[in-house]
């Protein structure tokens, strides 16, 4: 059989379940510090979640790389004939 | 199983030149926006009705996001960062009408969109600061940082596009998954999540084109 083709299915699954896990954990340490940071100064509320949106855009932007490698080792791998 | 998201379905052939389906959404989608502002804004009155009100709220609310951003007038990013929004975010509420996927599920559309934002970003720069304090930016804060900048300059454009495409075609795909799983009402919940994202993801690139422009006229750190 051609191997090629389900060491692809595992290394995307490995890049999705592992790409997950860092970003996940980053976005959740970033909203506990800005829940954090708006408990202590409400008033400041608006500049902190549009600076929090923008960090977890930026984080998040990880694991979308994540997943259009894993969806580029499935539908468009050049490996496979 | 559905059918690739990386590649679009040719609709007809105009001439040689090949017409997807996203094409198709995105100038109906521009006809709908366009039309609809020119009768929307025909006829202003100092008192307004309950449309102006809103759209009122809209273009005000946007003014002021941009506002706290590059702290100084909004007026001349105005027609690039709101257009963006109005257009991402009806854009990525198009999956929800039958029939219809929404055209930033494709990597082309957000490709132009972000090389949009890359050439406004230059274009704003030059004409605020001069070609040559614009260019001496670049080797801020120390001349050993040029690379550097000059490479992040493409490497945000192209985070931009595969944020916005990685966010929707997930939507996109998911919805299509469950659906070809489990029929009536379960794909409610996740089309009620695509509405989220969509509307976060239309509001986070136009807030980043405007850090990205505001960067490049000084008003802000350069990012």
Known sequence: MNYVEHVSIVAAAFAVSFGALGPALAEGRAVAATMDAIARQPESAGVLSRTLFVGLAMIETTAIYCLVIALLLLF???YVR | MTD???????????GPVPITTPVVTTWGLMAVLAIGSALATRRLTLRPGALQTALELLVCGIAEQIRAIIRSDPTPLMPL?????IFLATA????????LEPPTAHLETTAALAGIVF???????VRSLGL??????????VWIMLPLNIVSEFTRSI?????????????????ALVLSLAGLFVPIPFMALDILTGLVQAYIFAILAAV????????????
């Open chain 2, 4 to 14: 690739s998201p990386l590649t679009v379905t040719t609709l007809f052939h105009f």
């Open chain 2, 132 to 141: 040559k304090r614009y260019l001496a930016g670049f080797a801020q804060p």
């Open chain 2, 159 to 175: 985070s931009l596009m595969v944020r916005l495409f990685g966010n929707l075609m997930s939507g996109v795909f998911i919805g």
């Open chain 2, 81 to 85: 960062v709101g257009t963006l929004f």
């Open chain 2, 212 to 223: 990205f422009i505001g960067a490049a006229i000084g008003a802000t750190d350069r990012s």
């Open chain 2, 119 to 125: 050439v406004a970003t230059h274009v704003y720069g």
């Open chain 1, 76 to 78: 468009a791998n050049p």
């Open chain 2, 92 to 99: 990525n509420l198009l999956g929800l009408l039958p029939g």
